[in-house]
């Protein structure tokens, strides 16, 4: 409650803005005002998975399952201020009714809501200079940046993500408070994108203590993208697209870093980034690798690295697309990594079915997964996710 009670707080001012007459107020005064929201319904069954049943670290088989639940829930509210500062508010309600031992990542979170961004952009430039401010994604890992309602892949994201948004803001859901500069440039045949940005990471995994340490450095994030034939883009934005389709024939390749100092939970963190993303008539193929690199506080240098490759192909089908998808995801946790030597390895084919793009979409997906040690498959003792068959539905209004 104490999150939607923020929330509400942030957006009361500019909704009492928009009530105000013209003619009696100079405040300044929000135009088109959106309440937009998406759900995605799954039904996945799952075999082959393991718990500790009674509580001595060892794994035991439990019962196969078909597990209903709204994977993602999004309830979004944007609009323009003084014509050049864009804003927007989502709260979330995900994983309601889903099963402890679904196959799936992530935790059960029944009756559980809260913020999911809250930002504001002012686009000081249409074209080289906007700066966001608030709490939203830092711009480092395609599959981290793209919505769950943008991607091709199973029930879930790719769990690349997963690792990289627990090495660099330790949060799942990968936001943070922060400020970003960022710009876009297009020409005929090729284009650049860029983003700095500057963060105060608050979470227990990047800080060494819940809510902060006595030791802090700012997280630093920087992104650049170069286009070739149609751009990414046409507008600046920090939020990303995977399939255009067959509208895009172009290639974007980004290069990425983040870097914090000192503080309660290490002595430097890092990340190096790499991602592609390649749209061609009906191919989509994107990929992703992330180096993940900590200098502990005892002096230790060690890189953790996880990589992704999906490739899907569109078919017309009367007013609907069709596209088959294929995905690898592979992460190699080093021995001083919190994923303790940790190996997850993930192969996903499906089909999704776009009855009005991304807009409706149904998908049929079969996944396989494995992993060992400590990893968001398994941590070795308590859980082991098994594979799963999904079936979703997914609603954007």
């Not at 906007?130 to 029930?155: A, D, K, L």
Request: hydrophobic share 40%.
């Amino acid at each position: 409650m104490r999150l939607i009670r923020i929330g509400l707080w942030a957006v009361g001012p500019l909704l009492f803005l928009e009530t105000l007459p013209a003619q009696t107020s100079q405040l300044p005064r929000v135009s088109d005002l959106r309440i937009s929201a998406g759900v995605q319904l799954t039904g996945v069954a799952t075999t082959g998975a393991k718990a500790d049943i009674n509580g001595d670290n060892a794994l035991e088989s439990v019962s196969n399952r078909l597990d209903f639940a709204v994977r993602r829930g999004r309830v979004s509210l944007s609009g323009r201020l003084l014509e050049s500062i864009d804003f927007r508010v989502i709260f979330f309600f995900d994983n309601l009714g889903k099963d402890r031992f679904s196959g799936t990542r992530g935790t059960p979170a029944d009756e559980k809501v809260g913020i999911w961004d809250a930002f504001w952009t002012w686009h000081a430039s249409p074209t080289w200079a906007s700066v966001t401010v608030g709490y939203f994604r830092p711009q480092i890992g395609r599959e981290n940046m793209t919505s769950g309602f943008q991607t091709s892949s199973s029930m879930d994201k790719l769990p690349t993500q997963v690792y990289q948004r627990a090495h660099t803001v330790g949060r799942s859901s990968g936001r943070e408070m922060g400020v970003n500069a960022g710009g876009l440039w297009n020409r005929k045949k090729w284009g650049v994108n860029y983003n700095l940005g500057l963060f105060d990471t608050s979470h227990e995994k990047v800080t060494g203590q819940a809510g902060g340490g006595n030791l802090w450095s700012p997280l630093v994030v920087a992104r650049g993208a170069l286009s070739l034939g149609d751009p990414e883009m046409t507008a600046y934005g920090i939020d990303y697209v995977t399939n255009y389709f067959n509208r895009r024939k172009g290639v974007t390749g980004a290069v990425s870093y983040s870097r914090q100092g000192a503080n309660n939970a290490f002595m430097r963190n890092e990340t190096v980034g790499l991602d592609l993303l390649a749209n061609y008539k009906n191919l989509n193929l994107d990929g992703e690798l992330d180096l993940m690199r900590r200098r502990t506080l005892a002096g230790a240098e060690y890189q953790d690295k996880v990589w992704h490759l999906r490739s899907g192909y569109n078919i017309r089908a009367s007013s609907a697309w069709v596209e088959p998808v294929v995905a690898y995801m592979k992460f190699t946790g080093a021995a001083q990594s919190p994923f303790q030597n940790g190996r997850d390895e993930l192969l996903d084919l499906g089909v999704n079915w776009y009855v009005r793009e991304t807009r409706v979409k149904l998908n049929v997906h079969r996944t396989w997964q494995k992993g060992k040690a400590v990893c968001s498959y398994t941590d070795g003792r308590t859980f082991e996710r098994g594979n799963l068959i999904g079936v979703g539905i997914q609603f954007v209004y």
